[in-house]
């Protein structure tokens, strides 16, 4: 088995509070069968990749607490109803008037 189909059967990805930086990867659109997406706590940047939303499977999505910019708004237009999804509305420090563009998340955390 390679190491491609061994990442296409993650279920539940689980990286909180683990002070990561940069971009959310487009890659994680490859994991076919995740569930569970949670990126939330960290020092994210940059907009929330389309390929996301494009996993049938997932069911809820956790992004607040970042500095992740742009619209969520492919995650609302997918026929898809989520468990959960959060991210950061209005950008994680006040200082920052931009953040994530959400009309369907759960959750906004400012």
């Known amino acids: 088995m390679c190491a491609t189909q061994i990442l ?3 279920f539940l990805l689980f990286i909180g509070s683990e002070n990561l930086s940069g971009t959310i990867p487009s ?28 996993i049938s499977t997932l069911n809820e999505v956790y992004l607040y607490w970042n500095d992740l910019t742009g619209s969520m708004e492919h995650f609302c237009t997918n026929n898809k109803e989520y ?6 509305c209005f950008g994680r420090h006040k200082k920052n ?13 400012p």
């Not at 659109?29 to 907009?47: C, K, R, V, Y």
């Not at 008037?97 to 955390?109: F, L, M, N, R, V």
């Open 8 to 10: 296409l059967t993650f």
């Open 83 to 88: 468990i959960y999804l959060s991210a950061d």
């Open 27 to 54: 890659e994680l659109g490859l994991l076919t069968e995740l569930m569970d997406l949670n990126l939330a706590i960290n020092n994210l940047s940059g907009e929330v990749p389309v390929s996301l939303s494009n």
């Open 97 to 109: 008037k931009t953040g994530i563009e959400c009309s369907c998340c759960d959750a906004c955390s």
